[in-house]
């Protein structure tokens, strides 16, 4: 054993405080501790400069020190004229910023697009602040008042029915359809070899067509007096809000739930009938702007919301069908899933415009656009089922068996506790389909319509300002555009990702 | 007492060819508390979560508060709405509150008026004790706080029968003892229930009945004190000796 001697120690004078010897704070602090503290560090600083150097410097030359700002044609835009080399040669786009926003819209119809878009921003802008109240009448408001209404307005004309009308015609299309089926049979009868068997199951097709005609003819018989009676929309209007508002007060458990179902429903009612006056629909509505007309940013930005708007629904439905245990719904979603995640965008496309008026009866045709809307919905719609199978499989088993044990059915149980789960966890894939399918609304102009892409091409022929950089200026500005587009969209979601996941936090 | 609330009688289940439940019979009256033990894999939560039809089964039949539950499921939703249950991973819903966790139900499936479920929810979550975190996530919660919630949550729907599958074998000891607590009181305002547990404390004190459970068949059911005190077969008497230690 050794002895260990313990010394004692009493501080005399306390030690002041001094700065320290190297700065670690501030910018230079900053530059010393996180840009310069190692050789690998020294040189990826050096590296990250060059880069900016070599791009956001040309950049900003090329856009605003080069750039010519004023001009009435290309000669604004000429080397020789301007005195220095020139980069963006913005006079272009600002001559032909209306065909870039607009397409060929009519220049005197142009306030109805400008009106559609305040309108749509004053909707979702509220929709998107967290804070707000009247969520979910907002969200009717936008998801299902709005779009009508920007049909209206964009597109115009008026209506002559209403839903009595609608369904009446449906149904009458859907009853010709099998009479017409059944004749096809009865015809081919003739010449096959298996004629008899035809010939029997035709007119049996046939037979069932008539007797549909049958069962709906008091729903076109009452159609036929109301067009007849040259009422316009409003006793079809009267008619269907009774049949509606009957149904939903039977639905929602009669007088013992009391009469706010009712009363909604008739708000509702009196809502579309407002609409209905103050656009004079029962009277032509707006002039007609056929959507070959349509074009540049207005395009981009229909395809791209409807786009986003439908394939969500399209997508929870399938994901949802994937997991079924009904083997035809099942098989089914996989079908679907697989198909269409399976052929490119431009091959829909292409399929929806030209080969599918082949496939539809003869005197049903539909719109360029609506086409190209249907073909990206369905497409980006199989994506978005497959970015939530994901979120699906991540929520607990536990969870759905919790649900069920408190007695909630399948709906309540899927919609209440397992999708709004699911969803939280696959915000961002749904969002980067989002970014995705606005800008693959580029594609469309392959098809003959002119989004924003498809129109600056269009005004790069324009011999009145071919010069040097008039492509450039083109790309670079529609680039901005999409960029806020895209920008904001993935900024949002991380906003929305961070609020509904505060659970996580502990 | 001759009118049993839960009544369980042949009861057969197969996975694919492995037969979980084997010719099961039991009997639950009003009030009852029932301990259910026995080896892992003996199917003992398979048993409680064919009463409230969480699980199919094949043969026999089970009758909860006279509605009656046979091999094809009808009234499912009719049996589910009277019996209650606790998870042994609690199952909270995470992005709910306390509180949303426990006026979804009386909500969505009794239609009760949104004040009221929550003036019903908060008198149980007082009943647990846990009345000041209402508005808490349960992530940010203990699992001894999770699981009395969960408890909780299950009495909003007035259940006649209570279902626990090892309510306590997620929790650190020390939370243990606060969930038992719990299930005590309860039991001892009369709920009629079925534990799943290992707790022989538990047993001794509140169970009428204990039932073991050995290859998906009933070995032996008898009062607490003549199961532990003079077991009959050799498999209970391995078993007690394997956990009494
Ligand atoms: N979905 C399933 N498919 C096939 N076999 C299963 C399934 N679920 C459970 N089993 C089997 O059934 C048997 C009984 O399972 P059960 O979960 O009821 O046991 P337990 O008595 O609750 O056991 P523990 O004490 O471990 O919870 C086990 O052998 C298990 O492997
Ligand atoms: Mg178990």
């Known amino acids: 054993m050794t002895d260990i001697v313990a010394s004692s120690f009493v501080r005399q004078d306390l030690v002041a405080e001094r700065p320290a010897p190297v700065k670690t704070s501030g910018f230079v602090g900053f530059v010393r501790t996180r840009l310069l503290n190692s050789p690998t560090n020294i040189l990826l600083t050096i590296l990250g400069l060059l880069l900016v150097w070599y791009t ?20 604004a835009c000429l080397a020789e004229n301007a005195g220095h080399p020139v980069g963006a040669c913005w006079p272009f786009i600002q001559a032909k910023s209306t065909q870039l926003f607009y397409g060929f819209y009519p220049e005197a119809e142009r ?19 967290p804070r707000l109240p009247a969520k979910s009448l907002n969200a009717g408001l936008f998801f ?46 003739k010449t096959s070899a298996a004629g008899p068997l035809l010939w029997a199951a035709g007119s049996l097709t046939a037979l069932i067509g008539t007797l549909l005609h049958w069962v709906i003819f008091p729903l076109t018989w009452l159609r036929d007096q109301m067009q007849a009676a040259g009422q316009g929309p409003w006793l079809d209007l009267s008619i269907t809000a009774v049949i509606v508002s009957v149904i939903l007060f039977m639905l929602g458990g009669g007088a013992r739930a009391g009469s706010r179902p009712l009363m909604a429903s008739l708000a509702t009612f009196a809502g579309i009938a407002a609409v209905i006056k103050l656009m004079g629909l029962d009277h032509g509505g707006l002039p007609i702007v056929d959507t070959r007309l349509w074009g540049g940013l207005l395009v981009t930005l229909v395809i791209a919301i409807t786009g986003i708007v439908a394939s969500l629904p399209i997508g929870i439905a399938l994901a949802l069908g994937r997991r079924s245990t009904i083997p035809l719904i099942r098989i089914f979603s996989i079908t679907y899933i697989e198909f269409w995640r399976g052929v490119p965008l431009i091959t829909v496309l292409f399929f929806a415009t030209y080969m599918l008026p082949l496939f539809l009866p003869g005197n049903f045709t539909v719109d360029g656009l609506v086409r190209a809307l249907i073909g990206v919905s369905l497409f980006t719609g199989a994506y978005q089922a497959e970015n939530l199978r994901g979120g699906l499989a991540a929520v607990p088993r536990g969870q759905s068996e919790a649900a069920s044990a408190l007695g909630l059915s399948w ?96 | 007492m001759s009118d049993p609330i839960v009544n369980i009688s042949g009861l057969n289940k197969w996975y694919g060819e492995f037969h979980v439940l084997r010719d099961i019979d039991l009997e639950v009256e009003k009030g009852e508390r029932i301990v259910i033990c026995g080896p892992s894999g003996s199917g003992k939560s398979t048993l409680i979560r064919c009463v409230n039809a969480l699980e199919e089964f094949q043969e026999g039949e089970i009758v909860v508060d006279g509605i009656e539950l046979g091999p094809n499921l009808k009234h499912v939703d009719a049996v589910r709405r009277e019996v209650g249950m606790v998870f042994q991973s609690f199952n909270l819903f995470p992005h709910l509150t306390v509180l949303d966790n426990c006026t979804l139900a009386p909500i969505w499936v009794r239609n009760i008026p949104k004040k009221d479920a929550e003036a019903t929810a908060m008198k149980f979550l007082e009943r647990v004790k846990i009345p000041h ?14 699981q009395r919630v969960a ?12 279902l626990f599958d090892e309510p306590t074998s997620a ?7 606060e969930v038992l607590d719990t299930m005590v009181d309860l039991a001892e305002e009369g709920m009629t229930m079925l534990v799943v547990t290992h707790e022989m404390g538990f047993a001794k004190e509140v169970a009428n009945r204990v039932v073991f459970m050995d290859a998906g068949q009933i070995i032996e059911a008898n009062t607490p004190n003549e199961f532990f005190a003079a077991p009959q077969h050799a498999r209970t008497k391995l078993f007690l000796s394997q956990i009494l230690r």
């Open chain 1, 56 to 75: 956001v410097v040309p950049a900003i030359k090329f856009l605003l020190v080069d750039a010519v700002w004023s001009g009435k044609d290309r000669t």
């Open chain 1, 111 to 129: 306030w109805r697009v400008n009106l559609t878009f305040a309108l749509g921003a004053v909707l979702l802008l509220p929709l998107l602040v």
């Open chain 1, 144 to 189: 299902f008042a709005f779009p009508a209404v920007a049909f209206f307005l964009l597109h115009g004309g008026g209506i002559t029915g209403f839903g009595v009308s609608w369904v009446a015609g449906l149904l009458q299309l859907f009853a010709d359809s099998i009479s017409g089926a059944g004749a096809i049979l009865v015809g081919l009868s």
């Open chain 1, 411 to 506: 709906w309540k149980t899927t919609s209440l506790i397992v999708l709004p789960q699911a969803l939280r966890h696959v915000i961002p894939a749904i969002v980067n389909s989002f970014i995705s399918l606005f800008k693959d609304t580029s594609l469309v102009s392959i098809v003959a319509l002119f989004d924003l892409l498809g129109s600056l091409r269009a005004s790069f022929a324009d011999p009145v300002w071919t010069t040097p950089s008039t492509a450039f200026t083109g790309f670079a500005f529609i680039g901005i555009i999409y960029f806020i587009f895209c920008f904001g969209m993935s900024r949002y979601s991380l906003f929305v990702e961070r609020r509904l996941n505060a659970h996580r936090r502990n």
């Open chain 2, 133 to 146: 975190q209402a508005n808490k996530f349960p992530g940010q919660m203990s699992g001894g706080q999770q």
């Open chain 2, 151 to 162: 408890i909780a949550r299950a009495l909003t729907m007035n259940p006649k029968v209570m």
């Open chain 2, 171 to 177: 929790l650190d000891p020390e939370m243990v003892k």
